[in-house]
């Protein structure tokens, strides 16, 4: 995409990050509605391999974008939203 401003092209994705980053939300995802049940914030660090605190923010952003559900309780377990579970086209009986 050009710069309307200059005749440099940008990147839409600045970096592999992005990509990374899509990667871990979509194992995070997968694996929960694969899980069938609730996931703890161990479960998803364990399945990304990320420090605990770059786990919170990626599962703040899923649950703030309505991809999980949380109770409010700690420890926090995650639930998929019919949201995420329409991403990877599973329905409802299949829960």
């Known amino acids: 995409?050009?710069?309307q401003n200059n005749n440099k092209t940008m990147d839409w994705c600045r970096s592999n990050h992005s990509v990374k980053h899509g990667e871990?939300?979509?194992l995070v995802l997968k694996n929960i509605i694969s899980k069938r049940g609730r996931a703890s914030m161990?479960?998803?660090q364990?399945?990304?391999g990320i420090s605990s605190s770059a786990t919170g923010t990626l599962v703040r952003q899923l649950i703030t974008e309505g991809y999980l559900e949380t109770n409010s309780k700690r420890p926090?377990?995650?639930k998929a939203t019919e949201?995420?579970?329409q991403l990877?086209?599973?329905s409802h009986e299949n829960n």
């Open 83 to 85: 949201k995420a579970k």
């Open 1 to 3: 995409m050009k710069d």
């Open 46 to 48: 364990g399945w990304i």
């Open 76 to 78: 926090v377990s995650l």
């Open 42 to 44: 161990k479960d998803v």
């Open 24 to 26: 871990r939300m979509i």
């Open 88 to 90: 990877f086209g599973v």
